[in-house]
């Protein structure tokens, strides 16, 4: 081992990556080996999610130091993971994780993505490039088996959170939302551009588990096959509407008044998945891993969401605690936290409703 590299151990495995790894953020475009601690969480995710889908092959597209790859193929049962990077020197330090943990379930591999994938294809793609997953979209749709499972990351979350409006409607063809529900709304604008491209293959997809953390947003969904799976798919796709000054919102199946999208306005989450997913001991990070589940799975369908900073501006009052929030919300309807913010929930309430329920929960009489 040089003195540039040091061994780390995440879940229950042991991974050789550079000494001057970056822990926080997305990090800065840097050496073909690169390796992110605090996307252990999302790697936790990766192996809860195929330990519940079962046996299948595996390739990591983008893998660079293979942590990923490296992990999946020694923590999952019954996969077998390619774990490939275009580049010679992260597949030699692939080749010496893989050593490292004694992997025999695991292979490196030297290939452009788009070679490899025409090639070959498999129950689960993972696309996990440095910012945008758009320029390589194409290629990991083409290497997914039918009914297999797509996972798609983009770290470029200013562009579809809204703060480089043009950017996000060069690379996905949307406009963005900037505000409160920013990140809602670039969750759903980055499911919108993968429909649209599955749709283009004549493919549809059904969301296993969907959503934003840190600096990321996370996709993972089983890719369906058929023209008619496709223009079901894009049948949940639409605009949304966002009043600052009311605060109203509302979602269209239409653009005409509802300037924000296209995006998918469909579930983010398939429970019957989110209930076979378990968070052991074994796992990096296992508590944030329970809490993120159970969230998930209570979690409503809703694309309408608020965050309590905007209301409390809004009436100019402090803001309660969420769940007598959440108690006042639901003696008038369906309501949940969100997972995109601990200060966000979910409902379809009409505004009105929303306000009143604020007010009460606040302990201010409605007048």
Excluded at 171 to 193: D, F, K, N, S, V
Excluded at 266 to 281: F, N, S, W
Aim: with cysteine; hydrophobic share 40%; aromatic share 6%.
């Amino acid at each position: 081992m040089t003195a540039e590299q040091v061994t780390v151990r995440e879940g229950c495995t042991d991974l050789l990556v550079p000494s001057g790894y970056s822990s926080r953020g997305p990090g800065t475009r840097g050496p073909s080996v690169f390796y992110n601690r605090q996307m252990a969480f999302a790697r936790d995710v990766s192996v809860m999610l195929l330990r519940a889908l079962g046996p299948l092959s595996a390739v990591d597209c983008m893998s660079a130091a293979g942590s990923r790859a490296v992990r999946l193929a020694n923590e999952v049962q019954g996969v077998h993971v390619t774990a490939n990077d275009i580049s010679a020197e992260a597949y030699e330090q692939i080749g010496r994780n893989i050593e490292l943990n004694g992997l025999k379930n695991c292979d490196a591999s030297n290939m452009d993505l788009a070679c490899l994938l025409a090639e070959q294809r498999f129950g689960y793609v993972d696309l996990d490039p440095f910012g945008s997953p758009v320029p390589f979209l194409h290629a990991a749709i083409k290497g997914v088996e039918r009914n297999g499972v797509l996972a798609v990351t983009a770290t470029d979350t200013a562009p579809l959170a809204g703060a480089r409006r043009d950017k996000c409607e060069r690379r996905y063809m949307a406009r963005p939302l900037r505000g409160p529900i920013c990140h809602e709304a670039g969750l759903r604008i980055l499911m919108g551009a993968v429909a649209r491209d599955l749709a283009r293959f004549d493919r549809g997809m059904e969301p296993l588990l969907c959503f934003h953390s840190d600096h990321y947003f996370r996709l993972h969904l089983r890719v369906t096959k058929g023209a008619q799976r496709a223009d079901a798919m894009l049948r949940r796709l639409g605009w949304m509407r966002y009043e600052r000054d009311s605060l109203k919102r509302s979602v269209s199946a239409s653009p005409e008044g509802h300037p924000h999208g296209p995006m998918w306005l469909g579930p983010l989450h398939d429970r019957g998945v989110l209930e076979r997913m378990e968070a052991d001991e074994s796992l990096a990070e296992p508590r944030r891993c329970a809490k993120a589940l159970e969230l998930w799975s209570e979690e409503l369908d809703t694309p309408i969401c608020y965050e309590v900073s905007e209301l409390s501006s809004k009436l100019k009052i402090n803001p309660p605690r969420m769940e007598r929030l959440l108690e006042s919300l639901r003696r008038r309807g369906e309501a949940s936290r969100s997972h995109v913010s601990p200060t966000a929930f979910r409902c379809a309430l009409p505004m009105e409703d929303v306000l009143d329920a604020y007010r009460e929960a606040a302990g201010i009489d409605n007048i």
